[in-house]
DNA sequence: TCCCACCCTGTCCTTCGGTCCAATATTCGG
DNA sequence: CCGAATATTGGACCGAAGGACAGGGTGGGA
């Protein structure tokens, strides 16, 4: 029968746990590695000494194991991941969150916090290397000056500034841009940075 | 009303699709970029044109992309979560594991194939390292809700969404962007942007 | 108890961003 | 020569963004 644990090394208050698990059972690291196998539940709080290794030990034995912290970050959550825990979220998480964490989790899904999710996964690719011709792709179907415009907004300038740099009027900079929206198909500027930022642009032709 | 799309170019056999979701409809690319919206489930065939640009406008508009392949790899898997899509899955998956994807990513997990999990998840962190240590240690300088909203704001969401997300009025929202700015210096959203998603985009304009 | 940090909200105001309606000049291919 | 694409600019309009005020509430520490 699988069992279902929350580890933890204080007396950390718990009553959302409580509430999402009432099955659940509390203990510390020390019985987690002990008793816990394979197909069994662990949630482990990350201010537990050497979680990281308890993570990866229980993983190993194919335990689903969820990592919650008081103080969730991008990198912690990878590293949760790293050691073989499928689940990452704020330890105080609503009851309903926590539910559905795991909920994901049993059903191979990983499950991090949303927040993080688009830097942990957004990072990753761009750390890689891994080439993308999105961003080639996406850009070639500009004019030049469009593509110009486009670079300079996505470097974070504002209109006017743009309009400065490449000696044309603010006016004509929110033409170009418009054009840029509707092709690129974003809505805004915003978009736009967001798009422009998946890749490092590599090598950028003055024109051609 | 949520829907659930398929796209694919060609006239590929889809039964199990069919056999998954019976209600979803199957389309073509230009449909689901002008149909699918916030909510939606779409299933992107990777042998489909541009399936990168698609998935990430799709994930932008915050529909839930899963992409599907009929020759799985991990560098297509981090390609499809680097542009946004919840889940990366064999084409030719069983309907279980098609509605189980379904369920996982339905609930802000993501799916990726099993036999890919271990060698995304690991190349994701080695290829981190500790370079993105820099935004946490910017962001720890602000409070939870400020971080939460700077987060949300770095997605590239209008205050109004912040708002809505965070269930508090826009005017908090501008409130608390307010300190953010201040304490981490920059002017407005687009540098915030730029310097969470920390993108070496060098600022060349095509210029002549 | 008082102070301070945090969280939430309000109004007023200015600037910026984006889209709609135009118009004009140039280049380039058929 | 004529249309199509590109580059440029104008004006009007409206919503979003952000600052300058001015409060409200909580909880913890001196």
Redesign the pocket.
């Known amino acids: 029968m699988t069992q279902h644990l929350f580890v933890t090394q204080g007396n950390d208050d718990i009553p959302r746990w409580r509430e999402a698990f009432p099955q659940a059972r509390v203990c510390r690291p020390a019985q987690a590695r002990a008793q816990a196998g394979h197909g069994d539940h662990v949630w482990v709080m990350s201010n537990v000494d050497d979680w990281g290794v308890l993570a990866a030990n229980l993983s190993r034995r194919n335990a689903i194991v969820a990592v919650l912290s008081y103080t969730p970050d991008s990198e912690e959550a990878l590293q949760a991941l790293a050691c073989g825990a499928r689940g990452y979220a704020h330890a105080l998480a609503s009851p309903e969150m926590l539910r559905q964490v795991q909920l994901v989790i049993a059903n191979q899904g990983i499950w991090v916090l949303p927040e993080l999710m688009a830097k942990v996964v957004g990072s990753t690719f761009r750390a890689l290397g891994g080439e993308s011709r999105v961003q080639e792709e996406t850009l070639s179907a500009?004019?030049?000056?469009?593509r110009a415009?486009a670079l300079s907004?996505a470097a974070g300038?504002?209109?006017?500034?743009v309009?400065r740099e490449?000696?044309?009027?603010?006016?004509?900079?929110?033409?170009?841009?418009?054009?840029v929206?509707?092709k690129l198909q974003v809505?805004?500027?915003?978009?736009?940075i967001l798009m422009l930022s998946k890749q490092p642009i590599a090598a950028m032709d003055g024109g051609e």
Do not use: Y
């Not at 300038?157 to 500034?161: A, R």
């Open positions: 500009l004019t030049q000056r469009e415009v907004v300038n504002s209109n006017k500034v309009a490449l000696d044309i009027t603010e006016r004509t900079v929110k033409a170009h841009l418009g054009a929206f509707r809505r805004d500027r915003m978009q736009l």
